[in-house]
C-alpha cells in the first residue's frame, strides 16, 4: 500500500455555485490527517490575514479525518473550522452523532465552504452527487422545524442534518452548528461563519461504514472496549451520570464555578442540578454517538416543557445555565439547554454571557433600562430561558449579549471588562484554573481561547502511581504524582503541554476524549496506534501522531500571529488570581507569579518566542511547516 | 505492578577494596533505564568537572538495561561509560556477546568502578557473592592468555570475561575492553580507564536468561523474528557476509575510505578485503551474540596466521586498517585485527590513526628517524602489523600514536593537525559525510566524537517510499524521500537528530541497531514497544522512549558543557569539505555552507544554546532534569 490515502475534499463556492473535488495527496494528507489540522491547512494556503470572519472571504471547513466511518467506539467527530466571530482567531469546534460518520461514508474527508450564498441555501451530499438546494423554507426555523422541512423536502429518511438555528442566521457571535437537534459544534462561533454564507445545512445521506485494514484484528481491537467498559468504575459513571455526574463533587470540593466565578460553592443549588439527580429525575434515557459503547449523551423530558428531541444537558451546561447564574432549578438548566439547541447556541458562551450580565445588573452596571425591567439576579432562574431566546433573536439586551461578555463589557464599560470571565474573548467553560491549574495555562495558551477540552485534567495526577490512568500518563513520559492538585510546577507544565498535544491528535483525527483520551481507561495511547495499523493500514507511532498534533497547534498559533495575536492575549481574567472569599476552597486562588513562570516555561517547551509567543521558524520547520516560512 | 523494576547497583571502591549494593528505585531508574543514561545518571550524581580521565576520581560504568537478559535476539549488550581519555568529553561504548546478558542474569543492573586498587585485580561475579581478586597473573598477558589463567584461577568453566589487554594496562588513550577475546566495548578509551584503575577483568558466572512479563507474547514477539530474517535479502545478507559486506560497493561508489581519506576508491584493493572475498576465503564460521538469530559475526582462520578464537575483522576493521592504510591484503587486515583483539586496542582509532601516521611520513612531517626505520607508506602492508604491536606495547613511535591522530598531530606540528580525521579527538569510522551528509553531521555534534552508530544512515531515504525501511521511519514522521543521497537539508536535520535520538534510545535499553534498528527489518518501533510490554510489563510508549534517547544525548552535552565543550567542537576535519579529485565521486564533496546551516537548525531543533550549543534550561527541564541545574 501506499504511505497513506489520498484526502478527498469537497470545495463548494457559496458565490457562484461552483462545486468542484479536489485532491490531496496521502503524502500530505497524512500530515494533516483531519480535523482541524486538515482545515488549517486549506485555509493557510490561501486565506489572507485580516479578513473579516463574517465575510465572504472566511473559509468555512467540515472535516472528518481518515479514520472516521470505522465502526468502533469514540470515532464519529465532526471539526468545522473558520477564522473565529468571537475570537478573532482561527476558530475550531467539534461534534459527536452519527453525522460525522456519514459524512465520511459519503466518501469526503471535508468540505471546504467559501464566499457567500445570495439567498438561503443548504448542500445536499448523496455519494458524489453533491447539490445546492434552497433553503428559504427552512430558514428562520428553529432546529427541529428546519429538520422536519428538510427532510420533507429531500424525501429521505436516511438522512443527516447539521444545521444552524436561528442565532447563526442573525450572526450571534457564540451560534453553533447542531445535528440531530442536539450534538453541537458549540465553541467559536462556527454557527455565525456559516450563517454570514447563507448556508442553513449540511445534509447527508446515510453511508456504510468503512471497511478496516486488518478487519479481524480491529474487531478484538473493538470488541475489547465493551470488556473494559464493564470493569471500569469510571466509564460506567460515565455512562450512567452523564458528564453532569461530578457537578456536586465540585461544589463539595469548592470548585463550581458560581454566580459568574465570584464563588466556586453553591449550596443552594448544586444538589438539584447534578447528574445524579438528572439520573433519578428526568432522564429518560441514554443516548450515543455512531458505534460507541459508551452512551454518555443525556435525554430528558419533562412533558409540556422539554422535549426529548433536544436531548439534555451536559455538565458544562448545567453549570453554564446553572450555576454559573445561581439557577437552582434542573427544569430551568434543562429549558435553557433545549433553548440553546433550538436556536443554535453554544450553551458555555451562552450561560457565561449571562451570567456575566447578571453581575452587572447587580453592580448597578447595567439596568432596568438596558434590561426590559427583567431581573438579572442570580438565582432568578425564570429570567434564563427568557434571555437565552432574547439572544437568539437578538432582542433587546439580547442583542448586546449576543456578542459574547468580552464586547459586551466593552460596550458597557471599563468597570464591566474585568467580570467577562474569558480568554481571548471566548467565555471559560466550569472547570476552575484554582482546582485545575493545567487546565488554566491551557486555557490562556490555548489557540482559540478557553477550552476545557485541549488537555488533560490535573486530577489524574493525584492517582495512584499503580492506578491505570497514571500509567498511561507515563506512557506519555508524564511522571510526577501530587499530593494535590494545587500546584503548577515544571512537570505540570510539561504534562500541561503534552497532554494539550495528546488531545489535539485526538481533535486531528477526530477521536471523542472520552473514549481515547490519554488517561482514559478505553484505550490508550498504544491503542490509538493500533486503531491508526489496524483500521487503515497506516503504520504510525504516537511519536509521529504527538507531532501531528503538535503541528495543528503550531498552526493554529501561526494563523494566530498573522493576526496580530501575541503573548498578551494568552491571559486569565483576574479574578482567577483573587482568593475565594467563602466556602470550602475559601483562600484558594491561583498564584499569579507561578502562572506567569509556567507561561513562561511553556513557551520555551513549546519552542515559541519568549517576547511573543508565537511559534519561532525553527518549530515550525521541526513540524514540516516551513512552507509556511516560504509564503511569508 | 509498580511502574518500574528497580536498579541494582555494584558499587565497587578500588582504593579501599569496599564493595556495596545500590538500589535505584524504579521511578528513577525508568527515566535512565540502562546503558549510559543509567552510567550518566550515576556520573552526573557526584562526578566533579575537570578531573583526568587516568585518575581514580573517574567513575567507570559497567550497564545493561531492564531488559538485558531476555531471550531475544539482538539483546545482549554491554556499555561502558566513564569520562574519556581520547576525547575528554563523557565516553560511551557498546559491545555484544554474551558477557552481558550473563552480567544480567547475576542480578545486577550495573557496575560502577571508583579509585585505584594498588595492585592489578579482577572482580568476579557470581549472583550475590561478588569479590576482588589478584589478577597479577593475569596482567601483561594478552587477552587470549588472560583468559586462560583467569578460568584456571575461578575453576569454572561457565564464565564470562570482559578483560582488557596490554594496551588497556598500558594507558594507549584508544584501548578497548574485550569479551569472548573478540566483542569490544571498542570507542572512546574505556579500556584505558579499565587500566589506570588497575582493573584487569570483570568474570560473571554465567546465569539464566530473564522471564518474560507475558511470556506467550514475548515467544511470539521472539519467533516472528526468524520468520522475517528469512524474508528479508538485506538481513541474510548481513548474516552471509556480514558488516563488511558493502566494503567493495563503497569503492565502487567512490565513498570508501581510503589512503587517510584522501579518496574514496580503492581500486588496488577493495575487492579483496570486502566480505564476500573474506565469505569466500577465509571465513571459518559465523558466530552470534546470545539467543541472536542474525549471525552477522565474522571468524575467520589462517593457519599459522589468525587464530579463529580472536573473531574476524568488521567493516570498519577492514577499512581502517585496510583502506584507510592501503592495505591490499586480507591477511594483513585479518593479522591486524587479531593483534587489536590481542592486545585490546579499537581497530577504528588504531588503523585510522596508522593512516594519518603514514600521509605524515608520505609528506615527511615524520621520518625515518622517528618510525626506527619502518617505511611507513600507503600500502605497505606488512608495516601496520609491527606498528599495532608497537603501539599497544607503546615503543618507539607507537608511544606517540598511542595517543590517538589528534594528540599526536599535535605533538607533530601544525601540518599535521589537518591530516587528524577526527572528531573531539577521537577518528572518524568508514562512513563518509560527502555520501552521508545526515552521518556527518551526527559525527560532528555526537557528544563523544565521530561515530556512525549514533543515528540511522541516509542511505535509506533513497528506497521507495512504500518500502518497509521508509514506512519504517516514516513511524517517526520521518517523511522526504531523496533521489540521491547527498543532500543536507532542513528534513534531513530532522531525520538524523530523530534518528539520533532512536539510537540513543537504543544504546540506553543496549539494543542492537542491527536488529532493532529503527529502519532495519527485524523490529520496527512498535516492536521495541511491544518489547518491554512482554518483556518487562513496562507499558510504555514511542513517545517516552524517544524521550529516553534524547534524555541521555542531553546528559551528555550538559557533561561536555562542564568541562568546556561548546560549538567549536562541533566540526568536521576540513579535508570533508574538499572536493575528491579521482574517482567516481570525483568533484564530490560536503557542502561547508549548507553544512553549518545544517548545524545550526540540529542545535535548534534540539533545544541547544545558538551561540554555544550546550542544552538549553528549558530542554533539561522538558526532559525531567531540572535537577542538574539545581546543583550548579
Redesign the interface.
Known amino acids: ?3 497513506f490515502p489520498n484526502a478527498k475534499i469537497l470545495d463548494v463556492n457559496l458565490s457562484s455555485g461552483e462545486i468542484i473535488t479536489r485532491t490531496l495527496p496521502g ?1 500530505i494528507y ?2 494533516y490527517p483531519g480535523g482541524s489540522a486538515l482545515g488549517l491547512y486549506l485555509a493557510l494556503q490561501e486565506m489572507e490575514p485580516g479578513i473579516d470572519p463574517l465575510s465572504p472571504e472566511n473559509m468555512l471547513v467540515f472535516s472528518v479525518s481518515a479514520l472516521t466511518a470505522l465502526p468502533i467506539s469514540g470515532i464519529s467527530r465532526l471539526t468545522v473550522t473558520a477564522k473565529s466571530p468571537l475570537t478573532g482567531t482561527m476558530g475550531d469546534s467539534q461534534a459527536g452523532g452519527f453525522f460525522p460518520v456519514h459524512f465520511k461514508a459519503n466518501g469526503w474527508d471535508a468540505a471546504v465552504f467559501r464566499g457567500k450564498s445570495d439567498k438561503p441555501v443548504y448542500l445536499y451530499i448523496d455519494g458524489d452527487k453533491v447539490t445546492l438546494k434552497d433553503a428559504s423554507k427552512a430558514w428562520g426555523k428553529i432546529t427541529g422545524e428546519a429538520e422536519d422541512v428538510i427532510r420533507e423536502e429531500v424525501g429521505d429518511k436516511d438522512i443527516e442534518i447539521a444545521q444552524i438555528g436561528p442565532a447563526g442566521e442573525n450572526l450571534v457571535k457564540y451560534a453553533c452548528i447542531i445535528n440531530m437537534c442536539n450534538r453541537a459544534n458549540g465553541r467559536n462561533g462556527m454557527g455565525a461563519v456559516m450563517g454570514s454564507k447563507n448556508l442553513k445545512a449540511v445534509v447527508v445521506k446515510k453511508g456504510k461504514p468503512m471497511k478496516a485494514y486488518d478487519n479481524e484484528k480491529f474487531q478484538a481491537l473493538a470488541k475489547s472496549v465493551k470488556e473494559r467498559l464493564e470493569e471500569n468504575e469510571a466509564v460506567a459513571g460515565l455512562g450512567k451520570y452523564g458528564t453532569d455526574g461530578d457537578l456536586e463533587g465540585f461544589h463539595e470540593e469548592g470548585f463550581l464555578p458560581t454566580n459568574n466565578w465570584t464563588t466556586g460553592h453553591f449550596p443552594e443549588g448544586a444538589k438539584n442540578i447534578t447528574g445524579t439527580t438528572m439520573y433519578e429525575t428526568i432522564l429518560k434515557e441514554r443516548d450515543t454517538c455512531y458505534a460507541c459503547a459508551v452512551r454518555c449523551k443525556r435525554v430528558v423530558e419533562i412533558p409540556g416543557v422539554v422535549d426529548p428531541l433536544y436531548g439534555g444537558p451536559e455538565y458544562e451546561t448545567c453549570a453554564t445555565l446553572g450555576s454559573y447564574c445561581g439557577v437552582t432549578s434542573l427544569e430551568t438548566v434543562s429549558l435553557a439547554n433545549q433553548l440553546c439547541n433550538m436556536y443554535g447556541l453554544d450553551t458555555i458562551s451562552c450561560g457565561a454571557t449571562i451570567s456575566f450580565a447578571m453581575e452587572c445588573y447587580e453592580k448597578g452596571l447595567i439596568t432596568d433600562k438596558d434590561t426590559d425591567g427583567l431581573v438579572l439576579k442570580f438565582g432568578n432562574n425564570e429570567v434564563v430561558p427568557t434571555i437565552v431566546e432574547k439572544i437568539a433573536k437578538r432582542e433587546g439586551l439580547g442583542d448586546l449579549l449576543a456578542e459574547g461578555s468580552y464586547r459586551a463589557a466593552q460596550k458597557i464599560g471599563k468597570e464591566a471588562i474585568p467580570l467577562s470571565m474569558s480568554v481571548k474573548g471566548q467565555e471559560l467553560p466550569a472547570h476552575m484554573p484554582q482546582f485545575k491549574p493545567a487546565v488554566g495555562l491551557i486555557y490562556a495558551v490555548n489557540p482559540f481561547g478557553a477550552d476545557h477540552q485541549s488537555s488533560e485534567h490535573d486530577v489524574f495526577l493525584v492517582m495512584p ?2 492506578s491505570r490512568e ?3 500518563l ?4 508524564v ?1 510526577k504524582g501530587y499530593d494535590n492538585p494545587f500546584v503548577i510546577d ?2 505540570k507544565v ?1 504534562f500541561a503541554l503534552d497532554s494539550q498535544k495528546y488531545f489535539s491528535v485526538l481533535d486531528t483525527l477526530c477521536l471523542c476524549q472520552f473514549v481515547w483520551g490519554p488517561a482514559w481507561e478505553l484505550y ?3 491503542d490509538m ?1 493500533n486503531l491508526c ?1 489496524y483500521g487503515l493500514g497506516w ?6 501522531l ?2 501531528v498534533g503538535e503541528r495543528r497547534i503550531n498552526m493554529m498559533r501561526y494563523f494566530n500571529a498573522r493576526e496580530g495575536f501575541s503573548k498578551a492575549d494568552d491571559k486569565l481574567p483576574e479574578r482567577i488570581f483573587e482568593p475565594f472569599k467563602d466556602g470550602p476552597s475559601k483562600g484558594v486562588c491561583v498564584d499569579k507569579k507561578a502562572f506567569e513562570e509556567a507561561k513562561e ?1 511553556y513557551y ?2 513549546a ?1 515559541w518566542d519568549q517576547e511573543t509567543g508565537n511559534p ?1 521558524d ?1 518549530v515550525l ?2 513540524l ?1 511547516l ?1 512552507w509556511l516560512l516560504e509564503k511569508k
Open positions: 500500500m501506499n504511505l503524502e497524512r500530515l502511581e499503580d497514571r500509567q498511561r507515563a506512557q506519555l513520559g511522571w515544571e512537570e510539561r490508550g495511547p498504544d496506534v495499523k503504520d504510525t507511532s504516537i511519536y509521529e504527538m507531532l516555561l520555551a517547551l519552542g519561532t525553527t520547520k521541526k514540516s516551513g
